[in-house]
């Protein structure tokens, strides 16, 4: 495997893990990642007996479950994955096996709203919803994949569906926008990787993926290109970059090992980072994208093993410490959200501005109309200590057409 020279070389975990302790992580084997975060709260989906359920804590009480805590449990069958909305602090999507959508308005005072009912309720799936994801430009577009081989884009707002991809022949595994949002690209069990048009659900290209029925997951680039996650013919786990242009081969495959748990590729799209952990591992390892290629780090390493992970997001992060990731990671056994910054070392005390390029903020680029009228764009950026500055207020959430 290439080693690059890089800046990003040495990056390392803080071994001052502080943790969330008495957290009842599920112990469901869906294969998502259990916890979405963002500067005001981590949420981590939760074993319950009947239902399904997720906690919601802050960020700036780490420790036990106590009041500041809020626990959201109105669901018909178990929590299978839960997102926050990129530019609300305060909404969050949940996904189940009732094959229901619903979102949830947090308070920052009280937690859940009083009625412990969802804001908005999105109905159209046939069988259980597997996974969620937020358009990364456009306000209050989601995306919903399901047992019933769809994936529906929605208007949260009016809980209508605005485009439907299809083509699948068996369970998706993973999708994710590009940077824009005009496009979704899918990993299916099917062994088939493929490009939707967002506005149309048209297929836009198909190849072959990872030759294993085993999970595996993708990432839309900056430059264009794929990046994916899985196994090979041999099960054993690896990276895959794919050039859109041209699926009918792989620009490069990096073999990682030959353990058994999925990959969670998580991607810093303004530092062409990507950080991958796996179900069941104990470490997470880093890697760098450039010029075509993909190149392995480092790693942060600990003795206990990890049922899914979450990610801050870029706002979230402190430049004092110069940290550039900072990692949430569940352990089922111990009943713990350790959290982990990931720092690059630097003597000096200034802020790092090569660290901290501009990056994505509260503002949509879009709002739900346009993108429904055909409009696309890149994220809305803002110099990083001016986003620190502003940080996010309440807000609320108003569906037009709320389903109970």
């Known amino acids: ?186 990993t299916c069990k099917d062994k088939k990787l493929r490009v939707f048009d967002s506005h149309t659900g048209q297929i836009v290209v198909e190849g072959p993926g990872h030759d294993n029925m085993k999970v595996s997951r993708l990432r839309m680039l900056k430059d264009g290109n794929i990046l994916t996650a899985g196994f090979s013919s041999m099960s054993s786990r690896c990276l895959r970059l794919y050039d859109p242009r041209n699926m009918s081969s792989k620009l490069e495959e990096l073999p990682i090992d030959s353990a058994t748990g999925s990959l969670f590729p998580h991607y810093d799209p303004d530092l062409n980072l990507m950080y991958i952990a796996g179900k069941g591992d104990a470490n997470i390892k880093f890697y760098e994208l450039a010029g075509g290629s993909v190149f392995y780090l480092n790693q942060y390493s600990s003795g206990d093993a990890q049922r899914g992970i979450g990610m801050m997001p870029k706002r979230g992060l402190d430049s004092t410490i110069n940290e550039v990731a900072r990692a949430y990671k569940l352990n089922v056994g111990k009943k713990l959200v350790n959290v982990i910054p990931l720092k690059v070392p630097r003597q000096s005390k200034t802020f790092a501005e090569d660290l901290y390029p501009d990056t994505a903020g509260y503002t949509p680029a879009l709002t739900a109309d346009q993108f429904i009228a055909g409009e696309n764009s890149a994220p809305a950026v803002l110099p990083f200590l001016e986003l620190q500055a502003a940080n996010s207020t309440s807000k609320g959430f108003s569906a037009s057409n709320a389903i109970p």
């Open 1 to 186: 495997m290439a080693v690059r020279t890089s800046k990003f070389r040495h990056i390392y975990g803080d071994r001052n893990v502080k943790s969330y302790n008495g957290v009842p992580i599920s112990k469901n084997a869906h294969e998502q990642g259990f916890c979405s975060v963002n500067p005001k709260f981590v949420a981590v989906v939760a074993e319950q007996i009947g239902g399904g359920a997720f906690f919601v804590l802050k960020t700036d009480r780490i420790g036990g479950i106590d009041a500041s805590s809020c626990k959201i449990s109105k669901h018909n069958g178990a929590v299978y994955d839960i997102r926050w909305n990129p530019f609300n602090d305060n909404l969050i999507g949940s996904a189940c096996d009732d094959g229901l959508v619903r979102l949830w308005n947090i308070t920052d005072e009280k937690g859940v709203e009083s009625n412990h009912s969802p804001v908005q309720t999105m109905k159209g799936h046939g069988k259980r919803v597997g996974g969620l994801m937020w358009h990364p430009s456009a306000d209050n577009i989601l995306a919903s994949s399901s047992y019933d081989n769809t994936v529906k884009l929605w208007n949260a707002e009016t809980a209508q569906i605005v485009s439907e991809l299809s083509s699948f022949t068996n369970q998706i595994t993973d999708m994710c926008f590009t940077t824009d949002g005009s496009q979704i690209g899918t």
